[in-house]
């Protein structure tokens, strides 16, 4: 017998721990470095983002990088990218949200920093073509919208002069199509290395795309670099739980930001490590949004697999649990996740109790191939064709993250909302909704600004189509947004009409809306009935 030492890697030995600094030094002038990272401070090499920072103010190196993330990468604090969102530092991003970051809002906004949106999935799956060298990214996705090059091939800003992609013809169907092009670095965030390099996840509430872009890199020529807790002996990691192996890593640095997000620590539910247990969560304030997501949820069937976006549409998650049917249908977050109740504000991108995760790049796979029943999403904007814009709001450059994947496809979509943005107040008794102080600027208007999501290609789909906000209620039909039911207490022209720049389409009067929405007890609603089993292939 010949024994085998524990978990081999076959990796050579080599200098595979560095301080934060030496590996920022690794950095030259002009490369593309992919930052891993799915939302928030989830996932993000925090440490090697200021060590990158600390470079470039000590000697104003490394110059002109293009910069590469899926998701907002931040805390609207200045972690995460805004560490490197400095003109001369990097020349361009090429990313799908900014939102969390305000210098990098404020470079791209102030046209200091090319700057390319892309959805989050078209990234994402963008690696596994890099790693696997062939031609590029061939998806539907995008097709209609601001990323579209024949509208504003997702160019953010004035000094963005190219896009990314291209529109091709491949047996009579138009797709578009992204090149590949080199990783040169990539620096990614995960829980634990073995002294090997072998790359571990446990401490994480998502995998995101980190395996992906250590292919794509590795097999780019260039160098993965990987921020961790902790370094552990050889052997430490069970094969079955390496994410990363060993011979895609370059080198290893040791964080001293240990948060899962930016307001999570450490919440052992959140990363499906350990079975779940029971738990509770807090139920949602009884305010407008909940009106809102209880309205919304009230559109989901028994059996749904869904998924929901940040911001108001969030709350139909809550309202679910409250209102005893959440494990009716199966709730899912673009950056792996399966199940339990998805995290809000900062810790969205992660969920409490899931069923299951899995990479970010096998979820958009699924979602751009049409698997979700039901969509819920937020809206910046929403214009008299139905059309509407989460790209960018007031000058200030938003991106889509995972809208457009999620959108595009979904059978069922709610867009949640206010009616009007900037400073809305409302007040809620006896069943009635009446407005306190009403929002500064109208968010539905004649044209959208960036459309992300294309009402006539979802009309051609046979898309279902509502856009909820706390005093009204409409859908999209052939000729435009139509209006079906207004909020107990509110005036049709003076609370509806006037506050929006279009007048919508009504063929009959507008229903008024359910009044066990707008009391604090349980509104006792449920999802529908069953999709039949005919509606749950994507034609």
């Known amino acids: ?266 919440d052992p539910r959140r990363t499906g490590v350990a079975a ?25 069937h028994d059996g749904d697999l869904a998924n929901l976006g940040v911001g108001m549409a969030n709350g139909i998650s809550y309202v679910a649990l409250e209102e005893g049917f959440l494990d009716r249908f199966t709730l899912t977050v673009e950056q792996g996740v399966f199940g339990g109740v998805p995290g809000v504000g900062l810790d969205s991108g992660t969920a409490i109790n899931p069923s299951a995760i899995v990479d970010m790049p096998s979820q958009f796979d699924l979602y751009d191939g049409g698997a979700l029943d039901f969509a819920g999403l937020a809206f910046a904007e929403i214009d008299q064709r139905g059309n509407v814009n989460v790209a960018a709001a007031g000058g200030r450059p938003i991106g889509p993250g995972g809208f457009i994947d999620i959108s595009q496809k979904a059978r069922t979509i709610v867009f949640c909302g206010t009616l009007r943005g900037g400073g809305l107040k409302v007040q809620m008794g006896d069943g009635r909704l009446a407005i306190e102080t009403e929002g500064r600027y109208p968010k539905f208007v004649r044209e959208a600004q960036y459309v992300s999501f294309s009402a006539e290609r979802a009309h051609r789909r046979g898309q279902r189509v509502l856009y909820v906000t706390e005093r009204a209620v409409f859908a999209l039909t052939a000729e435009g947004v139509e209006l079906l039911e207004i909020a107990p207490g509110m005036d049709l022209r003076r609370d509806v009409l006037d506050r929006m720049e279009f007048t919508p389409l009504m063929r009959s009067a507008p229903k008024v809306m359910d009044r066990r929405l707008f009391l604090p007890a349980k509104a006792g609603i449920g999802p529908r009935p069953r999709r039949p089993k005919t509606e749950r292939q994507y034609t």
């Open 276 to 300: 779940n247990t029971l738990t509770e969560v807090e139920a949602l304030p009884f305010d407008h949004r909940k009106v809102v997501a209880r309205r919304a949820a009230s559109e989901l």
């Open 1 to 266: 017998m010949i024994p085998v030492e524990a978990a081999p890697s076959g990796r050579a030995t080599h200098n595979l721990l560095l301080t934060p600094g030496v590996a920022a030094g690794l950095i030259r002038d002009g490369a593309t470095v992919a930052v891993g990272g799915t939302g928030s401070l989830l996932q993000v090499p925090e440490t090697l983002l200021a060590a990158v920072e600390q470079r470039w103010g000590h000697d104003s190196s490394p110059r002109g990088l293009t910069v590469v993330h899926v998701m907002g990468l931040g805390d609207h604090q200045g972690r995460g990218i805004d560490h490197i969102a400095v003109p001369g530092l990097v020349d361009r991003f090429i990313g799908s949200h900014f939102v969390l970051s305000p210098r990098q809002q404020a470079a791209i906004a102030g046209n200091e920093i090319e700057a390319v949106a892309l959805p989050a999935g078209t990234i994402s799956l963008l690696y596994r073509e890099i790693a696997a060298r062939r031609p590029g990214l061939f998806t539907d996705i995008g097709l209609d919208t601001f990323v579209d090059p024949r509208r504003q091939w997702g160019r953010m800003n004035a000094r963005t002069r190219t896009g990314l992609s291209e529109v091709v013809t491949i047996r009579g169907e138009e797709w578009l199509f992204y090149p590949r092009f080199d990783i040169d670095v990539a620096l990614l965030r995960a829980s634990e290395a073995d002294t090997d390099g072998n790359i571990s996840m446990d401490d994480e509430a998502a995998f995101g795309d980190n395996l992906a872009i250590a292919q794509a890199a590795r097999n780019s020529g260039g160098l993965v670099i990987v921020e961790v807790k902790k370094v552990v002996e050889r052997g430490a990691i069970p094969a079955g739980r390496v994410r990363v192996p060993a011979p895609l890593v370059d080198h290893v640095v040791v964080t001293d930001y240990p948060n899962q997000t930016p307001i999570t620590v450490a």
